[in-house]
């Protein structure tokens, strides 16, 4: 396969996420994949993207979603497709079988996710989380961070606190991962009415734009500077038609 790199312990093949960054100039679609270990309410965030109950969604002593499974909807002429994947650290299925199961949601976001969303559940930040990314780093290789949005459920819990200030008292751990994804982090209700449940959406689709618009500004800039570095006049048009 053309453009594509083995990552992790040879669970399979994952677009580069540059490749993926200019698909968002090109057409209207927005690719999303959600990670998390069990229990942090990826199908219950899923299924509030995509406005309508796609995926199952229960309280239960072990995973739901065992594997990756793709929906989308039409949103503000936007395509969302949204891939769930299996959570980690289910107590019924081995962990190696859970990672190979989530690299292959690669083939379900062809030609590669626009972001990978980090589903956390708010509150006290464990080991598991904190081992959930360095899973994810193995799966999706280290420059997954660059493309990498952590959110937050269970929003209501927050009450009358700023998610800001959250984290602000969290521990280091917490807030390393957050320095890692530069920032880029939310919060929603998944329990919330269909006006603040739009409102998150919108939140969330800009933030994944605003990340895409800048990762492709990066790039052309850098590719503008190597030009120069080698002494040619014209650049080409290509990289400034963005």
Known sequence: MEDTEHVGWGLGVMVH??????????????????????????????????????FASRIAPHAVTQTCQKES?????????VVDTPGLFDTK???????????????????????????LRLGRHTEEEQETVIRIKAIFGEAAM?????????????????LNDF???????????????????????????????????????????????RARLKEHSTAIEFCLLLGRKNVPRLLCSE
Request: charged share 30%.
């Open 17 to 54: 996420p540059r490749h993926s960054v200019h698909e968002v100039g090109s057409d209207n679609s927005l690719r999303i994949v959600l990670v998390g270990k069990t229990g942090s309410g990826k199908s219950a965030t899923a299924n509030t993207i995509l406005g309508q109950k796609l």
């Open 73 to 81: 909807r039409k949103w503000k002429e936007r395509d969302l497709m």
């Open 93 to 119: 299925v081995k962990l190696e079988t859970t990672c190979t199961e989530i690299s292959r949601c690669v083939l379900y976001s062809c030609p590669g996710p626009h972001a990978i969303i980090l589903v």
């Open 146 to 162: 660059k493309y990498m949005i952590v959110l937050f459920t269970r929003k209501d819990e927050l009450e009358d606190q700023l």
């Open 167 to 213: 984290i602000a008292d969290s521990d280091a751990n917490l807030k390393s991962i957050i320095r890692e994804c530069e920032g880029r982090c939310l919060a929603i209700n998944n329990k919330a009415e269909e006006a603040e449940r739009e409102a998150q959406v919108q939140e969330l689709v800009q933030l994944v734009e605003f990340l895409n618009c």
